[in-house]
């Protein structure tokens, strides 16, 4: 019994000295083997650390979006709109902060915490310039945050617990559907806004990138129904921060 189980933790596929064709796939799929994430101190704190920065503080971007035009004045309806999408992306980049935090805490290997991490602040400068221009707008961002960030913490660190590649998969996911939805955003602004617009096209960018270098890094493809439930969520989340 004792070499059956030494024979398991040698190879993985085989379990009690059968072959399973396809056992630990769920583990990384031959990532980086079997072994459980590794939680330190460091990584808690450094959760605890951006979550309270990302809900509390004024958020500091390290580059401005290049090329980016003066606002120009907008009549109140526009403003309106304007910013109640603006609130919708700043709930969005909040979001995108505690996926990556939960993610990296939970990254079974350090080349993929430093791909998220390194993803996660570029995703910082995304939510300072939402948060700038909806204080050019006169305007506040969603009182759900705090909710937002709390559920998408525990679905980056449930997908992060299973495998990289689900991870990295949930990456390159919500990057696809962030990317429909500035789209979208981007048809809906008013026609002179050029300095939102200027925003949104740097960002939609970025999280092109960034679904990108997750495929590349080894994203595995999500199943449809999850999927599904991740655009259900999405769409919870921005028909709510508009309004509230
Ligand atoms: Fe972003
Ligand atoms: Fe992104």
Redesign the pocket.
């Given at each position: 019994m004792y070499s059956s189980a030494l024979r398991f933790a040698k190879e993985p596929g085989r379990v009690l000295g059968r072959a399973y064709p396809g056992a630990l796939t769920l583990y990384n799929g031959g990532m980086d083997g079997p072994q459980p994430p590794a939680v330190t101190l460091d990584g808690l704190l450094r959760a605890a650390d951006n979550a309270l920065r990302a809900l509390f503080a004024p958020a500091q971007a390290s580059r401005t979006p290049p090329q980016l035009p003066d606002g120009a004045p907008l009549g109140e309806s526009d403003r309106r709109l304007v910013a109640g999408l603006m609130r919708v992306n700043h709930a969005g980049?909040i979001a995108?902060q505690a996926l990556y935090q939960g993610q990296a805490l939970m990254a079974r290997t350090e080349e993929t915490r430093q791909f998220l991490l390194r993803a996660a602040a570029?995703?910082g400068d995304?939510l300072a310039w939402c948060e700038q221009r909806l204080r050019e707008l006169g305007d506040r961002t969603s009182l759900l945050n705090p909710f937002w960030y709390a559920g998408a913490f525990a679905i980056g660190a449930a997908a992060a617990a299973l495998s990289d590649r689900l991870s990295l998969g949930f990456v390159q996911e919500t990057e696809r559907q962030?990317e429909g939805h500035l789209s979208e955003h981007l048809a809906r602004l008013p026609a002179q806004d050029a300095r939102t617009r200027r925003i949104l096209e740097v960002?939609q960018i970025?999280?092109t990138g960034h679904a990108r270098a997750a495929q590349a890094a080894g994203a595995a493809e999500l199943p449809p129904p999850l999927r599904a439930l991740m655009g259900l969520t999405s769409k919870l989340m921005t028909r709510s921060a508009y309004y509230v």
């Open positions: 980049e995108a570029e995703e995304h962030v960002m970025e999280e």
